[in-house]
């Protein structure tokens, strides 16, 4: 885990002034929890490629993205990265394993550099134990993240790999959106689109190759763009292209 000491928190970044809580359980907190939190916080940028926890860590508390994107992923019993989800802006981590009381199930790293917020547990248990509505919040969360864990293995199960491909690319699309040349704003590797979909990146490449040949897609280097939505949606459903 990254090392927090000697960093200097902002006023501005105030758990109580924060927009981002509106975006996880946080919003269910009282004023006076939020102050409580933000006096105990610790707020870092974590640079791109850096691990903000590590699979099997434990955990002393949560962290709340403030901006920047990491990838969650878990090493596979033949010592393959499978991304399990990508954390944006809003996302608390760690949440899980922290009220389980359990190692970390995956890892998080930094996709791009990034600003975090670290909750110690303490203030995380203390308002879990006070506030109802925090608790309620929190279930809602982790329904939602076992509904998409139920999406995935579905998707990994019946779709085809270009199936998955197309999906991610018109995810990227609609989470991130563009730069001006209408590239994905959002830089993956080839080998983080094949961890996301659960393939070989070889294999990841070619079926790449084969949309832009197709002029589904333009690529320059990493980067991607869509030069045909409507066939990448069909593609995503199943349908000849």
């Known amino acids: 885990m990254p090392n927090f000491d000697g960093m200097t928190d902002h006023s501005e970044s105030r758990c109580e002034n924060c927009i981002i809580r509106e975006l996880n359980a946080l919003k269910a907190l009282k004023k006076e929890e939020l102050k409580q939190i933000s006096d105990s916080k610790i707020s870092r940028t974590i640079k791109k490629g850096e691990a903000i926890f590590r699979e099997g860590e434990q955990l002393n508390g949560v962290f709340c993205v403030r901006n920047g994107v990491s ?5 596979s019993e033949n010592g393959k990265d499978q991304i399990v989800k990508i954390a944006t802006k809003g996302e608390v981590m760690g949440q899980r394993s922290l009220i389980a009381e359990e190692a970390t199930n995956l890892s998080a790293v930094a996709l791009n550099d990034m600003e975090v917020c670290y909750i110690p547990k303490s203030n995380i248990t203390k308002t879990l134990t006070d506030n ?5 919040a929190i279930l809602k969360h982790m329904a939602q993240e076992l509904k998409q864990a139920d999406d995935l293995i579905v998707n990994m199960a019946q779709k085809s790999v270009s199936q998955r491909i197309a999906e991610v690319l018109l995810y990227l699309e609609k989470n991130f959106g563009c730069d001006e040349a209408g ?9 983080d689109i094949a961890a996301v979909v659960g393939t070989a990146t070889e ?12 002029q589904l897609i333009a690529t320059k280097g ?19 292209f």
């Open 71 to 75: 990838k969650l992923s878990k090493i």
């Open 203 to 214: 294999l990841c490449i070619r079926t790449l190759a084969k949309m832009k040949k197709q």
């Open 132 to 136: 109802p509505a925090f608790v309620a």
């Open 222 to 240: 990493k980067r991607i763009r869509i030069l045909n939505k409507e066939g990448l949606m069909q593609l995503q459903n199943g349908s000849k």
């Open 183 to 191: 590239y994905f704003n959002l830089v993956l590797s080839r080998a």
